[in-house]
């Protein structure tokens, strides 16, 4: 008899999707992993959960609790007991919480899990019943436009579901590549549609990446941040040609007039005619004039700023521009039109925990300098957070260099944190000068090796959630368990249970299973009717009549749907930003030079501009050392052919890529695809220092700055290296 079982369940790493995964089990092991092949639309999993087995699996896993015994971040520990590890964790809390207060307990949550029950939340309420804890106010993903989706629409959901895009005429990929990023389980299925249908599709990116390859009519390169120039010329033009849709501007916007001041030249003296934009942008001027005449008429037409461009220095005035002459041309709460800005498009609501225990440490502080924090919903104002690329001065530096706190414990769970962040050497420098070092983990990640306990999680695979989609898509997904927890790991949730009483806590679960709050967390959607049914079908694909389409009341009842905004209208002129008085704040959309952008005088030492982008077999470091993974695309460095030339690099050469704040040894991939003066490498590598200093992990972030904008925008892609041959 086959005793064969399949279990449903879905990935809940931060990698674009959710998607649905069959896992057949034998005798308690996984043997196969499948997908969705019922009912349209499927749930289809990427190569990333299809390979999850050799994850489960890894030698790498962390199987037992660990204390270290060598120094600090060379990987020496010794296997402990589980009580030995928590009474450990828990001394040094109390240690830590008396001798400094909570605020120099420094918790660095990462995006490992997404599920609603398991993950560091679990980890944020127990130090929050704690007495509290710094955190971080930032996220890596999209804080620049999400700074400027609450100043130009006062909202996050600004996108319209996916299908909505056939009723497009023209969709313009900005900096977008959904094939590898995935935006949403069926994404590329719905690009794949529009294609067929014959809808034009033009993709603007410095590299001709696999979205633009399989489905655009048309790549335009671009030099890397500066694509508010671009953009800003492009309004010249429908200025020009009276292209502008002057009601709409009319009646749904505040501040047009003082933008066209900008544009035409009034306000600098310069007119930001397609030539400028050419000198900056590197785009040929009749290009721009023609995209813009083409997306100014094509209505509606769907242009999607990416939040790539805007991972950059100046990363909110690409998303405030996009923003801008999308408004210009009316593409706003319209079936096929696209009103950029955050992009979140919800038919399913996001699944979570109920609100818990407030931090005590943020009680009535007061708001962050550049906060939007007159607006409900607006990104994390408190100023008792820290930038996380800011979190290694903090540590070194503390309140003498104006943070609020002198962290000196770091409490850090699902984040490969040094890896993930920029500048891994100051990293390195920082994690050593604390005092205490608490993670929670599943492999033995570079960040692991610098805990001083290291706890060992199990995967979603050994134990049970739930999920929503990433941006909104219709649907929900229940993980069922596969396997039980292998080797001594527990979940995050029963670490937490088992530490509460030894810190005084003994509310921690409020008495609570893992089913019971699945239950609430199922309930709170208000679309699940039946939990059982939920969790046998693994999935509930709610049935929809409309797509979605954001803003749509705004503008067809706008007396009873005003914005969300200060002013009720959409803000091509903020005056919640004109009062942050500062110059790198400008309360309309511009193109503002920056440090490390191409044109900085560093460029002489370093004269390339270095993409770090998400990475197609990777969920930036989670699915790492996975050898089927591997095989498919190996982090390789991209440099087009006539840089390679000039530095006598052929393709798969060593070549060493630097700057002054690190070295990386990894192989160049000489292409055609990526446009001269840039070069990519996918973030996510497990960094590998050397005796010499020199990274052989291919781990991005050994070049990045510790920058952000003045919006809090990574600088992920404003850095400026050299490459020469090895
Ligand atoms: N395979 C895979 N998928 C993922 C992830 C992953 O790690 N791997 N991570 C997930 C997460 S958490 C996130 S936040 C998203 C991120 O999703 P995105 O931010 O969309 O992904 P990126 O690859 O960083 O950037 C998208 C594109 O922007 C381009 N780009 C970069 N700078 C510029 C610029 O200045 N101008 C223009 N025009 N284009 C530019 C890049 O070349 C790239 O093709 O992806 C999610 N999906
Ligand atoms: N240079 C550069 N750097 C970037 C980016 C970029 O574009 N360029 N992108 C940024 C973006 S958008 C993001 S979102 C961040 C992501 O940065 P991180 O959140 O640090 O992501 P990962 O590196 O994947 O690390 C997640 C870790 O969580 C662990 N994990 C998974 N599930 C669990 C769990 O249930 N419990 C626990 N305790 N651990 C778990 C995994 O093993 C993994 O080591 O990276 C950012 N870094
Ligand atoms: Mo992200």
């Not at 931060?14 to 005798?27: A, N, S």
């Not at 009601?247 to 916007?253: A, E, G, I, R, V």
């Not at 995050?492 to 967390?521: S, V």
């Amino acid at each position: 008899m086959d005793k064969t079982e399949t279990i449903i369940t879905s990935c809940s790493h931060d990698c674009g999707g959710r998607c649905m995964l069959k896992v057949h089990v034998h005798e308690g092991k996984i043997i196969r992993i499948e997908t969705d092949d019922g009912e349209e639309p499927q749930l289809r999993a990427c190569l990333r959960g299809r390979a999850y087995r050799q994850r489960v699996y890894a030698s790498d896993r962390l199987k037992y609790p660990m204390k270290r015994v060598g120094p600090r971040g060379e990987g020496q520990f010794e296997r402990i007991s589980w009580d030995e590890a928590l009474d450990t964790v828990a001394r040094e809390l109390i240690r830590v919480k008396n001798a400094y207060g909570n605020a120099s307990i420094l918790f660095l949550r990462g995006s490992g899990s997404q599920a609603a029950l398991h993950g560091a939340g679990a980890v944020e309420q127990l130090l929050a019943k704690f007495g509290g804890y710094t955190r971080t106010w930032d996220t890596a993903s999209y804080e620049g436009p999400l700074f400027a989706s609450m100043a130009t629409y006062g909202t996050m959901t600004t996108g319209n579901a996916r299908e909505d895009l056939l009723n497009s005429r023209m969709i313009i990929m900005w900096g977008w590549n959904p094939a590898v990023a995935i935006w949403d389980t069926n994404t590329t299925f719905t690009l794949a549609k529009a294609k067929e249908k014959g809808i034009k599709i033009v993709s603007i990116d410095p590299r001709l990446t696999e979205s633009t390859a399989v489905f655009a009519t048309e790549w335009l390169p671009i030099r890397p941040g500066t694509d508010a120039a671009m953009l800003i010329a492009m309004a010249y033009v429908m200025l020009k040609h009276g292209l502008q849709e002057q009601s709409f501007l009319d009646n749904y916007t505040v501040g047009f007039d003082k933008f066209q001041d900008y544009v035409i030249g009034m306000e600098d003296g310069i007119p930001k005619t397609p030539a400028w934009a050419e000198k900056i942008t590197g785009v040929p001027q009749a290009t721009i004039e023609r995209l813009s005449i083409e997306y100014a008429t094509s209505k509606p037409a769907a242009l999607i700023p990416g939040w790539g461009p805007a991972r950059g220095a100046m990363g909110e005035q690409f998303s405030r521009a996009a923003n801008t002459i999308i408004a210009m041309s009316g593409n706003v709460g319209k079936q096929g039109g696209y009103a950029g800005g955050f992009m979140r498009a919800f038919h399913s609501r996001e699944m979570g925990m109920p609100r818990g225990t407030r931090n005590p440490i943020e009680a009535g502080t007061p708001p962050r300098q550049n906060s939007l924090y007159k607006l409900r919903g607006a990104a994390n104002p408190t100023s008792a957070r820290i930038h996380s690329v800011k979190v290694y001065d903090a540590i070194l530096r503390g309140t003498t260099g104006g943070y609020p706190c002198n962290p000196k414990l770091a409490y850090i769970v699902a984040s490969n944190f040094l890896n993930s962040h920029p500048d891994v050497n100051k990293g390195i420098t920082a994690f050593k000068s604390l005092e205490f070092i608490i993670i929670h983990e599943q492999r033995m990640t570079p960040t692991a090796k610098f805990a001083d306990i290291l706890l060992p999680v199990n995967t979603f695979m050994e134990r049970e959630d739930v999920i929503s989609p990433w941006l909104g898509s219709p649907y929900y997904l229940y993980m069922n368990k596969a396997i039980d927890s292998m080797y001594e790991s527990k979940s995050d949730r029963d670490i937490c249970a088992e530490l509460a009483p030894r810190l005084g806590i003994t509310n921690y679960r409020e008495d609570r299973t893992d089913e019971e709050w699945l239950r609430i967390i199922t309930e709170r959607t208000g679309d699940i009717p039946d939990f059982e049914d939920f969790k046998e079908k693994g999935v509930i694909k709610l049935k929809v009549d409309q797509p979605f389409v954001a803003f749509k009341e705004q503008i067809e009842d706008p007396i009873t749907h005003p914005f969300p905004t200060l002013s009720r209208k959409i803000e091509i002129y903020c005056q919640h930003l004109a009062e942050m008085n500062n110059p790198r704040i400008s309360p309309i959309a511009k193109y503002l030079p920056t440090p490390e952008g191409y044109d900085d005088p560093l460029s002489q030492k370093y004269p390339l501009q270095l993409l770090t982008t998400h990475h197609k077999p990777a969920t930036h470091s989670t699915m790492e050392k996975i050898p089927w993974l591997d095989e498919v695309e190996p982090r390789h460095i991209w440099i087009s052919t006539r840089d390679a030339e000039a530095r006598g690099i052929s393709d798969g050469n060593e070549v060493l890529v630097f700057n002054d704040r690190g070295k990386v040894l990894m192989q160049a991939k000489v292409t055609e695809r990526i446009m001269p003066g840039v070069v990519n490498i996918g973030q996510g590598g497990w960094f590998a220092i050397d005796k010499q200093g020199i990274d052989r992990g291919g781990c991005a972030n050994i070049l990045t700055p510790t920058e952000h904008s003045p919006g809090g925008a990574w600088s992920a892609n404003t850095v400026l290296v050299e490459v020469r041959k090895a």
